[in-house]
């Protein structure tokens, strides 16, 4: 795979499609699978890693013989590579900065990946625009089947499936949905949700998951705990329950700036749109603080002539490592802030917006 190619295009959970996908940026479920016979990476030594990878990976060449997932060794990658791919929400840090023999399979359209060797053996991922978590699930649960057919899980019958993290035991399931929420953070109702989510025991994180800030007003929440919970029941409640309610939250919160607070909606789009098409210099974090105003005022309505999908783009586009892969050059800090505004301006010079 070249990497060359990812580097042009927004990811999957950019698109920009799906259900309820002006408040759902995407839908994830990811299931954590360890090996039986071997320990957990924070006690294998570097042959042990190695056979694991070399197991998994064979595994995976023999479930997609038709070639449908592309392997890529992150331990020969660059570290720009590396946050590239982090950067797409392919990788977590952890895997990027982690050591010795670690991979990761990739469908064409990444919304299939499977990371070898980040805190447990295998952690596979299927990724959906929208609100698609059924459909994430049947994709997921079909592969992780074809793997299991070929390599023996790591399984208690009390337990379940075992893994290196405690709060995954259990089904080794943990369902993730990207949420866009410009209008509750303006309208300062954000801690309500956050108080929802601790009440339904929910993990709240920003953009690039555990530790990071919610930049560009892009939240994940995610279930907790595994331990003790069925699939089903976790699929119902994300699908049908909690992620309907703060989509509706939301969108209530975006009725009241549009019905109240018109002018002050109009101004923070139009003047986050005119610095974009007018910098010479730009962060990174502004770049999502203002994007995020922009792709809330063009989903209202208050923004014309605009693409969402070009919008979309920028908000992974600009990114340090797409940018200087865009570029083909490394650049420091100060440079990608020049290279950033120039590239913004120059996608958005062809977009009227009123």
């Not at 016979?37 to 060449?61: K, M, V």
């Not at 994180?205 to 595994?226: C, H, K, M, P, V």
């Not at 986050?272 to 603080?289: F, K, M, N, P, W």
Request: hydrophobic residues 35%.
């Amino acid at each position: 795979m070249d990497l060359s190619d990812l580097s042009s295009q927004a990811g999957e959970w950019l698109r920009g499609s799906g259900p309820m996908s002006d408040v759902v940026i995407s839908s994830r479920i990811r299931l954590a699978r360890n090996l039986a016979g071997y320990p957990f990476l924070t006690r294998a030594d570097n042959d042990q890693r190695r056979e694991l990878s070399d197991l998994i990976r064979g595994a995976i060449t023999a479930v997609k013989g038709d070639g449908s997932l592309s392997y890529l060794d992150i331990d020969k990658l660059g570290e720009m590579d590396r946050q590239l791919l982090v950067e797409r929400h392919l990788i977590s840090k952890q895997h990027a900065e982690g050591e010795g023999d670690r991979g990761l399979a990739l469908s064409p359209g990444e919304t299939e990946a499977v990371m070898v060797n980040e805190e447990d053996h295998l952690r596979i991922q299927v990724l959906r625009s929208g609100l698609q978590i059924e459909d994430c699930w049947t994709r997921i649960d079909e592969l992780d089947n074809r793997l299991g057919g070929e390599l023996e899980y790591a399984f208690d019958s009390t337990l379940g499936y075992l893994t290196a993290c405690p709060t995954n035991v259990g089904t080794g399931m943990r369902v993730s949905v990207m949420l866009h929420l410009p209008g509750m953070r303006i309208t300062e109702e954000l801690p309500k949700m956050f108080a929802a989510a601790k009440e339904l025991r929910l993990a709240v994180r920003g953009l690039y998951g555990e530790g990071t800030e919610a930049t560009g007003d892009f939240y994940q929440i995610s279930n907790q705990t595994t331990l003790g919970r069925g699939e089903q029941d976790l699929l119902g409640q994300f699908g049908h329950e909690i992620i309907p309610r703060f989509v509706e939250y939301e969108h209530r919160a975006r009725e009241a700036l549009c019905d109240q607070k018109q002018v002050m909606l109009d101004d923070k789009v139009h003047r986050a749109l005119g610095v974009l098409r007018t910098a010479r210099q730009i962060s990174s974090e502004e770049t999502l603080y203002l994007l995020s105003h922009v792709r809330l005022g063009v989903n209202l309505g208050r923004i014309r002539g605009v693409p969402l999908e070009v919008i979309n783009e920028l908000f992974l586009l600009t990114q340090p490592a797409h940018l200087q892969r865009i570029r083909g050059q490394k650049l420091e800090e100060q440079a990608r802030r020049v290279a950033r505004a120039e590239f913004v301006r120059s996608r958005l010079s062809a977009s009227p917006g009123q």
